[in-house]
């Protein structure tokens, strides 16, 4: 294949190793496999998910629980606090099909009631410490008055409580990992211990962190995992070692449109608006926005050494390599940028290009 402005590469054969790999940890779990589709985006990776036996999945939109309900899906948990600005697509939504929405606060759920033709469930998002959104695990009162308003709407289901345990992803170690999610599950169930002892047993614990369910084996009370990057893992979960390089399942391709041997440096056509600028710390120090890989067959090779994207503006990217390797770069050439964050990279992409040629729209070709 040619490349000659940015594109994004799939390998399918590492997706579909993944989602194996993950299916099969959630059933040696107990766990219900409800994987999160914001990373991939696409109908057609959504569908190697259902081959793999999964019914239920996670979505980060009502943009995004429409495209997929349009495939099919009938259990879409729309995991991100609801937007009462939105509550009229709730109509549609609801109708035919097992819909969850997330909420903190009990403000919302009249709204929801009064929208939705169709039973609801309610899930309770708890923030177990990194202060993005939920209400607080050990706030009794504030969980106490979200699960009464819900028994007292029409059509709502009270149906558990879902945590994201963000904090892994700076935990730089296995064991820094398994203290953040041994604390975090903690704090998960002494949330459901409080609603127990007030009056509202039974409800289930959702959690979903890649690093987690990547590698940590005690998921003693949870009910479901909702692990969405694992699909296509990146340049983070590779320094966080959620994954081995050979995991990673998507890259840019990008063309070298300058050298600067000088600097050690390259330019590629491959920027912010390509990669995110999202970025990661290395293990061998800085931040940087993508590892970088040369073309190998269809796809791309190993890792280049002491290599990364360092600096990103809008269209351009930088890269910073050895003298050696710098030597072997030339304007025209391709390189493979393995990025920080492949959620956001899938983001800013109409399409896939799997490595025999063939075109996959994302939710964003679909809308154009």
């Not at 009462?84 to 009631?113: K, N, Q």
């Not at 029409?154 to 990992?177: D, I, M, S, V």
């Not at 940590?216 to 070692?241: H, I, K, S, W």
Request: proline share 5%; glycine share 8%.
């Amino acid at each position: 294949m040619t490349f000659t402005k940015p594109t994004l590469v799939l390998d399918e054969s590492r997706v579909r190793r993944n989602i194996n790999r993950m299916a099969a940890r959630a059933r040696r779990f107990g766990l219900r496999f409800r994987p999160h589709f914001k990373t991939h985006q696409s109908w057609h990776i959504g569908r190697i998910f259902r081959e793999a036996g999964v019914t239920a999945i996670t979505v980060s939109s009502m943009d995004m629980a429409s495209y997929f309900a349009a495939d099919g899906w009938t259990d879409i948990l729309i995991a991100f606090p609801f937007n009462v600005l939105e509550a009229e697509e709730l109509t549609r939504l609801s109708e035919g099909r097992t819909l969850g929405v997330l909420v903190e606060s009990p403000e919302g759920l009249p709204v929801i009631a009064r929208n939705a033709t169709a039973p609801v469930d309610v899930w309770i998002k708890i923030n177990v410490g990194l202060n993005r959104a939920g209400a607080d695990w050990n706030d009794e009162r504030l969980l106490v008055r979200i699960c009464r308003e819900t028994a007292r709407q029409p059509r709502l289901r009270l149906r558990g409580l879902l945590t994201h345990n963000g904090r892994t992803y700076a935990a730089r170690t296995y064991e820094a990992l398994a203290r953040s999610h041994a604390e975090a599950m903690r704090k998960m169930r002494r949330s459901r211990a409080i609603l127990d002892r007030s009056g509202f047993a039974g409800l289930e614990i959702s959690v979903g962190d890649t690093p987690s369910c990547s590698r940590l084996d005690d998921f003693d009370g949870a009910d479901e995992m909702r692990p969405g990057n694992f699909v296509l893992y990146d340049a983070t979960q590779l320094e966080l070692g959620s994954c081995r390089e050979n995991d990673i399942a998507a890259a840019v391709a990008c063309p070298v449109v300058s050298v600067h041997p000088s600097r050690n440096e390259a330019i590629i056509y491959g920027g912010a608006i390509h990669l995110s600028k999202d970025d990661v710390l290395a293990r061998d120090g800085g931040r940087i926005y993508g590892r970088v890989c040369r073309p190998r067959g269809a796809g791309w090779g190993p890792i280049l050494a002491r290599t990364s994207v360092t600096m990103l503006s809008q269209e351009h990217g930088v890269i910073t390599t050895t003298p050696s390797e710098i030597k072997r770069i030339k304007p025209g050439d391709v390189l493979f940028v393995l990025p920080a964050h492949s959620c956001l990279t899938v983001d800013l992409f109409p399409e896939y290009v799997r490595l025999d040629g063939q075109r996959i729209p994302t939710i964003h070709g679909w809308c154009m």
